[in-house]
């Protein structure tokens, strides 16, 4: 690819400044960690709202340029070697931005490998967990009359929270500085407080520490800002 009207997906949203890495989201706890860190940067980007629904034409554009046809998902019209890249999947994108820009979220020394650890926790374990826990809790699972699977999911919830807790105690920050690790996780533990109301399900009280790190996240400007990032249309 040697220009941005080579991916297919601008043919469904034109660049506005092709100059600008391209942000392709919705404001999810996925699509918000991408935004989030953008703003925290200061690398110039536009954005572009992609619902859950790509059908047509749009979905066809959105999935021959990024396969799994999932948000969030960026093309960058000055990656390596100088030419434009498409990438998809979060935690790919951070660690992509993260070494384009040099940012100081990553932190330095061994901490910069702890960041990295806990980044893959949240993508191997804290994200798909809570994703299930709301799918079997609050949508479609819950017309599943087996309870094997809901309450699976709850206890790993409630399981991967007191990990959480235990690694913040005496910390405010995940890796005791603010870091790409708090904007990989924090998104994911708001939903689950404030969409799938699961902090009514699992023993949210016996957490010593996630409650406080969490209204500490809600208070960061550039966190405030990313949950309208694309603006979601009133209805």
Request: proline share 9%; glycine share 8%; aromatic share 12%.
């Amino acid at each position: 690819m040697t220009s941005l009207s080579d991916f297919p997906i601008t043919r469904s949203w034109p660049p506005l400044h092709p100059e600008r890495l391209q942000l392709y989201a919705y404001p999810t706890p996925n699509g918000v960690k991408i935004s989030m860190m953008l703003e925290e940067i200061g690398l110039p980007y536009d954005a572009y709202l992609v619902g859950f629904d790509k059908s047509g034409e749009e979905g066809k554009n959105f999935t021959a340029t990024f396969p799994n046809n999932k948000i969030p998902a960026i093309i960058d019209p000055n990656g390596p070697d100088g030419k434009p890249m498409a990438l998809f999947e979060s935690g790919a994108i951070m660690l992509y931005l993260a070494e384009k820009t040099g940012t100081k979220l990553m932190l330095e020394g061994a901490a910069r490998w702890q960041v990295i650890q806990w980044i893959m926790w949240r993508m191997a374990g804290l994200g798909p967990m809570f994703g299930q826990f709301g799918f079997f809790h609050l949508y479609a699972g819950t017309r599943v009359e087996d309870p094997i699977p809901r309450e699976r999911y709850r206890l790993e919830a409630e399981r991967l929270l007191k990990v959480l807790d235990g690694q913040l105690e005496g910390r405010e920050w995940v890796v005791g500085d603010y870091s790409l690790a708090d904007i990989s996780i924090a998104p994911w533990v708001d939903a689950f407080v404030k969409y799938y109301k699961g902090h009514e399900k699992v023993d949210w009280a016996s957490l010593r520490n996630v409650p406080a790190y969490l209204e500490r996240f809600r208070a960061i400007p550039a966190y405030q800002r990313s949950l309208n990032i694309p603006p979601v249309p009133e209805k």
